[in-house]
């Protein structure tokens, strides 16, 4: 089975600060898809990055960026000069083909908080 | 414009009433999703479905049933419902093909008395 493990359920820093959310996964899948979604509050959920497991490069947009440990299966998401605007609930997602079907396994979630 | 949509984005209920919880996309995806999620909590499946007439259970069991008449609509029904059934209900479409972003509605967060 697929898991997704975020362990740190809230984090709180200033604005402007830079902040790093952990993420660790388990899988045998060699192809898969990695990705960082945020859920604003009341607000809908959107796709902050994704990365290829295939791909060595670790993904980059904008003030966000990933740092992709394949072989320690490890996918951490940093915020730069972080926003009143990042306030959101962030989730950690892995995606593969499962005997056919394309399926999100989510991970718990870390708060996050940008304080002024 | 393109975009998904869910209705009711609230609804509180009485123990033992039948829900439709409405969901459309104008984006001509082929796969759609529905996922539970409790406040503050992860994202579980419930169902999904691959097109028209196709839908399949997803990881976490659930009383409700859905159906995809049409491309765009991808209804979740509970026949009766249950306090139990107190959740955040979100759907989501992704173009078919190579893995895509999946697009998530607004959810609708049902309350059943």
């Known amino acids: 089975a697929q898991t997704v493990t975020q362990s740190q359920p809230e984090m709180s820093v200033q604005e402007a600060e830079t902040v790093t959310l952990s993420c660790t996964y388990d899988?045998?899948?060699?192809?898969?898809?990695l990705f960082w979604y945020k859920q604003p509050p009341s607000r809908q959920m959107i796709l902050v990055i994704r990365?290829?497991?295939?791909?060595?490069q670790n993904a980059t947009e904008n003030r966000f960026s990933v740092n992709f440990q394949k072989a320690a299966k490890s996918f951490s998401l940093k915020i730069s000069d972080s926003q009143l605007g990042d306030t959101a609930m962030y989730f950690c997602?892995?995606?593969?083909?499962?005997?056919?079907?394309?399926?999100?396994?989510f991970g718990q979630g870390t708060r996050l908080t940008i304080n002024p | 414009e393109a975009d998904i949509y869910q209705t009711p984005r609230y609804l509180v209920i009485g123990t033992g009433k039948k829900i439709t919880l409405e969901c459309s996309q104008t984006?001509?995806?082929?796969?759609m999703y529905w996922y539970q999620q409790d406040p503050g909590m992860e994202l579980h499946l419930i169902h999904y479905?691959?097109?028209?007439?196709?839908?399949e259970k997803g990881d976490l069991s659930s009383e409700s049933t859905v159906s995809r008449i049409r491309t765009e609509h991808f209804p979740l029904t509970l026949e009766s419902a249950r306090p139990s059934h107190t959740s955040q209900y979100l759907c989501?479409?992704?173009?078919?093909?190579?893995?895509?972003?999946?697009?998530f509605g607004p959810g609708t967060r049902l309350t059943v008395l």
């Open positions: 997602a892995f995606m593969a083909y499962f005997q056919g079907a394309q399926k999100l396994v």
């Open positions: 899988t045998s899948e060699s192809n898969y898809y």
């Open positions: 990365q290829e497991a295939y791909k060595q």
């Open positions: 984006m001509g995806h082929d796969k």
């Open positions: 479905s691959y097109g028209v007439n196709s839908t």
């Open positions: 989501a479409s992704m173009r078919a093909g190579e893995v895509n972003e999946q697009f």
